[in-house]
């Protein structure tokens, strides 16, 4: 039995203070239970083979259970992440697309920075591209309309 958590569902809502989670083996005709238990426990080793294998061939080591279990699942890594050639905004390899993100992006910032400076200044009729989200979702400033579609 799973109780229901103490955040995000009103204590008077319609989600059961409790639930019974029930697991069962997949019916795989011509096996029985047991059968099916061997076969999926076969194809698990035999896919944690490969990944250690492939960890093995490309110079990285695998964390096997106890390390894992052994971990602080509080803990953050100790080494910072390569950064990438693509920007996490714009990730396409097609050299034209690119190129055309790229460019609306930066006429969107563009037209962004300039109005958030006049809208800090305390102007308030201030137009905001399309595309702004948090102030407009929080601040409810206006903003331009979409294209047409």
Do not use: H, N
Not at 16 to 34: K, N, S
Not at 47 to 75: D, H, I, T, W
Not at 106 to 123: I, K, P, V
């Amino acid at each position: 039995m799973i109780a229901r958590p103490d955040v995000f569902f009103l204590e008077d809502g319609e989600t059961p203070e409790t639930v019974v989670l029930q697991t069962v083996c997949p019916a795989i005709e011509g096996m029985t239970p047991t059968e099916v238990a061997r076969e999926i426990e076969r194809r698990v080793r035999e896919r944690e083979q490969e990944l250690r294998a492939g960890a093995k061939q490309a110079g990285r080591s695998f964390m096997g259970r106890a390390a894992v279990l052994a971990k602080s699942p509080f803990a953050s890594p100790t080494t910072k992440e390569p950064r990438r050639k693509l920007s996490p905004r714009i990730a396409t390899k097609d050299k034209g697309l690119r190129i055309r993100a790229i460019e609306r992006l930066s006429l969107f910032l563009q037209q962004y920075r300039a109005a958030f400076s006049r809208w800090r200044q305390g102007l308030r009729d201030v137009l905001f591209p399309f595309g702004t989200y948090a102030l407009r979702r929080f601040a409810a400033v206006p903003c331009a309309p979409g294209p047409a579609p």
